[in-house]
């Protein structure tokens, strides 16, 4: 279940009527809310435990304590027991894209269809809650796995969607399945011969396309997708925002945000419908960097929503072999991988956000790719290496042995993403060798040489849910479990450190630490509500862990369905 609104009252009513909590909810809104729980941990080093804590109505809290001695100070506080649940600090993702989650949501899923019929099924059934006239997008049918094992047609949609364009990606992104509605966008007449380069149109005995454009032909179809609408973007923020609650984040950094993205959110916030906070960083050296270099750092004032970093791009991916290396890889030799940016573009764009007071965060992934960004800061900060600046590299996947104490020396945060490691482990070995892979992921030697890790997920690439990054960080072992021990076991971290990336030193990276991150008098009453211990359990159980409510500013935003 989730709930959405606004006001506290709003929202423990609503709790109340949707369904039997396992606690006590109060009726009405007091002054002084009491939580209590089995146990409370805060991340705060002083008081690393407590059984109470107590917040007012705006979301402060108040105190923290033994459950006596916080009724004792409290007799009239409205009592939120949880019961012998374990209560943390609300998590944080310190890397992912909310409006590409919430697309996903509104596109249909076609993965695992038996049949055609069974696609035109989900298409039907999604199509049912769209506007008239928008596009129907979707992905993931395999005709390989359907009955008739042929390229499905444009006619097949056309029975179902006369009117509306459909437009629909093969699981492998390398096809696309138009109906007449969508083809006739296109404006070339594609009936013949002729094919574009690097691509191929389906065709019929007669020249007509069936409906199938393969490689390079599916861009004839793709530039007429529009654009996101301003209520459709609006949307996919609202649903991105919605599933992070759902697995008890109370905060992401959204890697990459436009001026109109920007705008989106600021409506969302303005109108409280921001369920969680969002450090948004600008999209690159652009139009929402100088946004924040003409206006300053931009902050709502409801405390949900900031705009103080900006993200760039060193290199690409290791899969692709987009990811920068020093020196050829293991697997393709001649290819060091691609670098995005040139130093003078890195240069210009770093000394204007040094200029402007902006956080940079910059993605890396190859020894090059961080080589190159490790360069670029220490020429941007120059002598101010140590001032308050946390400056961020994204993902730091592969660092040369010689670059790894730069991160520590120069005051730079590793914003990692402990799932990345799990689901690239069987093949980033071939891609690096032996040597390389040492310095691969390696959260342990980063953290034991003094670097701050803010960790994160960077959906929807990987699951928005931290309970797997979590999982992955404590075992890099994968669901299952395998390799037995864990992969390159000496860099996992502990369950203690884990969380702490995706709690104190998560809000750190954004900034954040003084209002949450912890459990503290004066912060904000940002938890979780976990029916386990995440400190406590086996770290193969971390997955596992059931999120019974996520509350922000001590609003429930996410109340779990109680089995
Ligand atoms: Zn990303």
Redesign the pocket.
């Known amino acids: 279940m989730r709930i959405k609104g606004t006001t506290r009252t709003r929202l423990l009513a609503g709790a109340l009527a949707a369904c039997v909590l396992p606690w006590a909810l109060p009726a009405q809104a007091e002054e002084v809310t009491l939580l209590v729980a089995g146990r409370i941990h805060t991340m705060d080093a002083a008081r690393p435990r407590a059984q109470a804590m107590a917040f007012d109505s705006g979301g402060r809290i108040l105190a923290l304590g033994t459950r006596a001695a916080m009724q004792a100070q409290f007799p009239d506080a409205v009592l939120l027991d949880v019961g012998p649940a374990t209560v943390v600090p609300g998590l944080i993702d310190a890397?992912g894209?909310v409006a590409g989650l919430g697309l996903n949501a509104m596109r249909v899923d076609l993965a695992g269809t038996a049949s055609k019929e069974e696609a035109l099924q989900r298409l039907r059934d999604f199509a049912a809650d769209l506007p008239p006239g928008t596009w129907l997008l979707g992905r993931g049918w395999d005709q390989n796995r359907w009955a008739v094992k042929q390229f499905p047609t444009a006619g097949d949609l056309d029975a179902h969607f006369p009117d509306r364009p459909v437009w629909l990606r093969r699981v492998d992104g390398h096809a696309g399945w138009a109906n007449s509605a969508a083809m006739a966008r296109v404006e070339r007449d594609l009936t013949g011969a002729w094919e574009p380069d690097g691509g191929k149109v389906e065709r019929d005995a007669g020249g007509a396309p069936t409906g199938v454009f393969i490689d390079e032909a599916m861009s004839l179809v793709d530039v007429h997708v529009p654009e996101l609408e301003d209520g459709v973007a609006s949307r996919a923020l609202a649903l991105g925002m919605q599933a992070a609650v759902a697995h008890g984040l109370t905060g992401v950094h959204d890697?990459?945000v436009s001026l109109a993205t920007l705008a989106h959110y600021q409506r969302l916030a303005d109108r409280g419908e921001m369920p969680l906070r969002v450090h948004a960083m600008a999209d690159g050296d652009g139009a929402a960097l100088d946004r924040l270099c003409s206006d300053g750092l931009y902050q709502h004032p409801g405390g949900h929503l900031q705009m103080r970093a900006v993200k760039l791009f060193a290199d690409g991916a290791l899969g692709s072999r987009g990811a920068a290396l020093l020196t050829d890889y293991s697997d393709e030799a001649g290819n060091r991988g691609l670098l995005l940016a040139t130093n003078e573009q890195l240069d210009k764009a770093t000394a204007k956000a040094r200029r402007c007071g902006v956080q940079v965060a910059t993605?890396a992934i190859g020894d090059r790719g961080n080589r190159v960004v490790l360069d670029a800061y220490a020429r941007a900060l120059g002598k101010d290496a140590g001032s308050d600046h946390r400056w961020r590299v994204?993902h730091a996947q592969v660092l040369a042995p010689a670059d790894l104490p730069r991160l520590a020396q120069m005051g730079v945060i590793a914003s990692m993403q402990p799932t990345h490691a799990t689901s690239d482990m069987d093949w980033a070995g071939e891609r690096l060798g032996p040597q390389r892979i040492e310095h691969a992921y390696a959260w342990r030697e980063l953290r034991d040489s003094g670097t701050r890790l803010a960790l994160g997920s960077?959906f929807p690439?990987e699951s928005v849910d931290p309970r797997l990054g979590l999982y992955s960080a404590t075992t890099r072992a994968d669901a299952a479990g395998l390799p037995a021990g864990g992969w390159q076991p000496e860099e996992k971290l502990t369950a203690f450190e884990a969380l702490r990336g995706f709690t104190l030193d998560a809000a750190f990276a954004g900034f954040n630490e003084d209002e949450v991150g912890s459990l503290e008098v004066g912060k904000r009453a940002d938890f979780v509500v976990l029916a386990q211990d995440p400190l406590e359990v086996e770290p193969r159980q971390l997955r596992d862990l059931k999120v019974l409510g996520t509350y922000v500013d001590g609003d429930a935003v996410y109340i779990g369905a109680v089995d």
Do not use: L, P
């Open positions: 890397h894209h890697a990459g993605h994204e960077d690439v």
